[in-house]
């Protein structure tokens, strides 16, 4: 019997203890959730893993999240809109127009563009660049229009901060910024604070950023006054987009 | 020997007589309400851009009756409404009638009384001066419409130097070509 075990023992000693150090190991990955292997792969995989800059992939991931959520986002309100039977805010294919001109005095703050009456725009119409409102169309020839910019201190655009909803009127000061005059004696009102389009504007459909708080004088008399950063660089625009002033 | 038609367009021009000056001179005026809206690198400062009406209309008046500058003034002023004011903001809008009356009459009764002689230099320096009251006017009748007076008064600074400044320098551009007709 002993010498039975003998033999196997001298016969299977070095497999025994491959085996049980096979087990140990086999323990110990189990134990360790299999990260050796992950740790392996990763080294092993590394020559073939292409260089690239986290922050450049992560940016344009987040910007087409965005954009998705926003597209689904102003379907949603379209819709919501439309059965609650509020006027929609702009939208319908704009059309894009060249800025050929600017005003033909120092005082007046306008542009003339290169679409006209014979290509739809209408005394009125909308019109935006890129990074917000731009201004309104005031005259039409058949192939041509003049638009008041909203920087043209006779401009006046009801606005609405994003954050709080104060309402005000913004009047152009000079090329790059707007003064918003609040209707309340103490609009909740904060340097930052995004301004878009009011509901109330009788000129402007509703929503279209136009630009960011700058500094704000609530002593001011006779209404509390923001400066407004506009959005859009009006000191270069080159093109423009008109929308017609049917959809609101 | 010269070509039929460009010997018929010669004959024609020597048949026209006064309308040749009538044609030159309203066909500066058009070409400088052309260039009015334009902004070419290099050509303004600060947004600002040269008054070419004001140059023509200085370069018109310089040895009119007084008068005559007065009107033609008035109708050039107009022309500049035309070319600038929203119709929906006719009525509450300042005119450029104002300014560009007094200044043709100024620049009419300054020639007159032969102080200056008649040069590149001293041309300049009367559209130096009359673009400052010509848009000194502009800002007076904005503080009458009622317009914020510290913003209106501090553009008015602005503009009115850059546009004098720029207006002067590009003035000998209209008054060469026009001076060797007149």
Same mark, same amino acid.
């Given at each position: 019997m002993i010498d039975t075990l003998r033999r196997w023992w001298l016969r299977y000693a070095s497999q025994l203890f491959l085996v049980v150090v096979g087990l140990i190991l086999a323990i110990l990955l189990r134990h360790n959730h299999g990260t050796v292997w992950l740790e392996a792969y990763q080294w092993l995989s590394r020559p073939f893993q292409r260089p690239y800059d986290p922050q450049v992939v992560l940016e344009t991931a987040k910007l087409r999240e965005l954009s998705y959520r926003l597209q689904e986002l102003e379907s949603q309100n379209a819709q919501l809109r439309r059965m609650l039977q509020l006027p929609t805010v702009l939208n319908g294919s704009p059309l894009w127009a060249q800025v050929i001109g600017r005003s033909a005095d120092s005082w007046w703050q306008q542009v003339l563009i290169s679409k006209g009456a014979r290509d739809g725009v209408k005394v009125g119409s909308i019109v935006t660049g890129t990074g917000g409102l731009v201004g309104r169309v005031t005259e039409v020839s058949a192939h041509g229009s003049r638009v008041l910019l909203i920087s043209d201190p006779s401009s006046q655009v009801g606005s609405a901060l994003t954050r709080s909803r104060a309402l005000g009127i913004l009047r152009g000061q000079s090329l790059s910024t707007g003064v918003m005059e609040f209707i309340d004696r103490d609009p909740d009102a904060k340097v930052g604070d995004i301004v878009t389009t009011s509901a109330f504007s009788t000129l402007f459909p509703e929503g279209i950023p136009i630009g960011k708080i700058r500094s704000i004088d609530l002593n001011?008399?006779?209404?509390?006054?923001?400066?407004?950063?506009?959005?859009?660089?009006?000191?270069?625009?080159?093109?423009?987009?008109?929308?017609?002033p049917s959809h609101f | 020997m010269p070509h039929p038609?460009?010997?018929?367009?010669?004959?024609?021009?020597?048949?026209?007589?006064?309308?040749?000056?009538?044609?030159?001179?309203?066909?500066?005026?058009?070409? $400088? $309400?052309?260039?009015?809206?334009? =902004?070419?690198?290099?050509?303004?400062?600060?947004?600002?851009?040269?008054?070419?009406?004001?140059?023509?209309?200085? $370069?018109?008046?310089?040895? =009119?009756?007084? @008068?005559? %500058?007065? @009107?033609?003034?008035?109708?050039?002023?107009? @022309?500049?409404?035309?070319?600038?004011?929203?119709?929906?903001?006719?009525?509450? !809008?300042? !005119?450029?009638?104002?300014?560009?009356?007094?200044? %043709?009459?100024?620049?009419?009764?300054?020639?007159?009384? =032969?102080?200056?002689?008649?040069?590149?230099?001293?041309?300049?320096?009367?559209v130096f001066a009359m673009t400052i009251i010509a848009e000194t006017m502009i800002a007076i009748q904005l503080s009458f419409l009622g317009f914020d007076l510290s913003e209106v008064w501090a553009k008015q600074q602005q503009i009115t130097l850059i546009s004098a400044l720029l207006t002067s320098l590009w003035t000998p551009v209209v008054y060469f070509p026009l001076s060797k007709w007149w």
């Amino acid at each position: 019997m002993i010498d039975t075990l003998r033999r196997w023992w001298l016969r299977y000693a070095s497999q025994l203890f491959l085996v049980v150090v096979g087990l140990i190991l086999a323990i110990l990955l189990r134990h360790n959730h299999g990260t050796v292997w992950l740790e392996a792969y990763q080294w092993l995989s590394r020559p073939f893993q292409r260089p690239y800059d986290p922050q450049v992939v992560l940016e344009t991931a987040k910007l087409r999240e965005l954009s998705y959520r926003l597209q689904e986002l102003e379907s949603q309100n379209a819709q919501l809109r439309r059965m609650l039977q509020l006027p929609t805010v702009l939208n319908g294919s704009p059309l894009w127009a060249q800025v050929i001109g600017r005003s033909a005095d120092s005082w007046w703050q306008q542009v003339l563009i290169s679409k006209g009456a014979r290509d739809g725009v209408k005394v009125g119409s909308i019109v935006t660049g890129t990074g917000g409102l731009v201004g309104r169309v005031t005259e039409v020839s058949a192939h041509g229009s003049r638009v008041l910019l909203i920087s043209d201190p006779s401009s006046q655009v009801g606005s609405a901060l994003t954050r709080s909803r104060a309402l005000g009127i913004l009047r152009g000061q000079s090329l790059s910024t707007g003064v918003m005059e609040f209707i309340d004696r103490d609009p909740d009102a904060k340097v930052g604070d995004i301004v878009t389009t009011s509901a109330f504007s009788t000129l402007f459909p509703e929503g279209i950023p136009i630009g960011k708080i700058r500094s704000i004088d609530l002593n001011h008399q006779p209404a509390p006054e923001a400066v407004i950063d506009f959005s859009a660089p009006l000191s270069m625009l080159e093109f423009v987009q008109v929308y017609a002033p049917s959809h609101f | 020997m010269p070509h039929p038609i460009s010997k018929m367009i010669i004959k024609w021009w020597q048949g026209l007589g006064v309308g040749q000056n009538l044609l030159l001179t309203m066909g500066a005026l058009v070409i $400088c $309400c052309l260039l009015m809206p334009l =902004r070419l690198p290099g050509m303004t400062l600060m947004e600002v851009a040269p008054n070419w009406l004001l140059i023509w209309l200085i $370069c018109w008046s310089l040895n =009119r009756p007084v @008068v005559l %500058a007065i @009107v033609a003034g008035i109708s050039i002023g107009l @022309v500049q409404d035309s070319l600038t004011i929203p119709a929906e903001f006719m009525h509450l !809008s300042p !005119s450029h009638t104002w300014g560009m009356a007094l200044t %043709a009459g100024l620049t009419a009764l300054l020639q007159k009384q =032969r102080y200056i002689k008649e040069n590149f230099i001293s041309i300049a320096l009367i559209v130096f001066a009359m673009t400052i009251i010509a848009e000194t006017m502009i800002a007076i009748q904005l503080s009458f419409l009622g317009f914020d007076l510290s913003e209106v008064w501090a553009k008015q600074q602005q503009i009115t130097l850059i546009s004098a400044l720029l207006t002067s320098l590009w003035t000998p551009v209209v008054y060469f070509p026009l001076s060797k007709w007149w």
